[in-house]
T-cell receptor, first 118, second 116 residues
């Protein structure tokens, strides 16, 4: 159980385009979803936390207008990288948590999306 | 503030020998602790979690970890390494950040290599 599906797994696109990444919880309802960014050989950096039906909470230094997050249902959150540039190239990972089951539930992670901007 | 320190950035073992990945934490509250594993170009998979029940926690793939409050440690062990265990391992502590919005605080990771 507790499967999180992330799509696409790999994206290569031209500078200036927008890219949407989907994160779905397949067998549980995810009241809270998280988006992380990971640079090579480094740990995960939390970008934002989203709760279903409300606006995302962004971490300090993360541009809200650059990284648009939508969490419209209990099983789907999307991250849109707008007007992507080479410096946005990275590995993006989402995770989901079923808060309705009580406190300190583990986060379940998707397989990540490798974004390469040319 | 809460923090996690993974004491080794890289651990190398031979197949069939024991694995020890060290993790120390600091927390103002009683923490929940997790170990996650990440294989190349993949997301993170939960190995095990400690949430104030038994201090010795058994996880998947033969891994286990012991919560030692007096030492503020949560080291990950496995009696016999397998080639498929080669991966990056993250020790994680929960951080309460306003209301019920629990966040994870990640260690910097330990790369485990397994030699034949």
């Amino acid at each position: 159980g507790a499967v999180v599906s992330q799509h696409p797994s790999w994206v290569i696109c031209k500078s200036g385009t927008s890219v949407k990444i989907e994160c779905r919880s397949l067998d549980f309802q995810a009241t809270t979803m998280f988006w992380y960014r990971q640079f090579p050989k480094q740990s995960l950096m939390l970008m934002a936390t989203s709760n279903e039906g409300s606006k995302a909470t962004y971490e300090q230094g993360v541009e809200k207008d650059k990284f648009l997050i939508n969490h419209a249902s209990l099983t789907l959150s999307t991250l849109t990288v707008t007007s992507a540039h080479p410096e946005d190239s990275s590995f993006y990972i989402c995770s989901a948590r079923a808060d309705a089951l009580g406190g300190n539930q583990p986060q379940h992670f998707g397989d990540g999306t490798r974004l390469s901007i040319l | 503030a809460q923090s996690v320190t993974q004491l080794d950035s890289h651990v190398s073992v031979s197949e069939g020998t024991p694995v020890l990945l060290r993790c120390n934490y600091s927390s103002s509250y009683s923490p929940s602790l997790f170990w996650y594993v990440q294989h190349p170009n993949k997301g993170l998979q939960l190995l095990l979690k400690y949430t104030s029940a038994a201090t010795l926690v058994k996880g998947i793939n033969g891994f286990e970890a012991e919560f030692k409050k007096s030492e503020t440690s949560f080291h990950l062990t496995k009696p016999s390494a397998h080639m498929s265990d080669a991966a990056e391992y993250f020790c994680v502590v929960t951080l309460r950040s306003g209301g019920s919005n629990y966040k994870l605080t990640f260690g910097k990771g330990t790369l485990l290599t397994v030699n034949p």
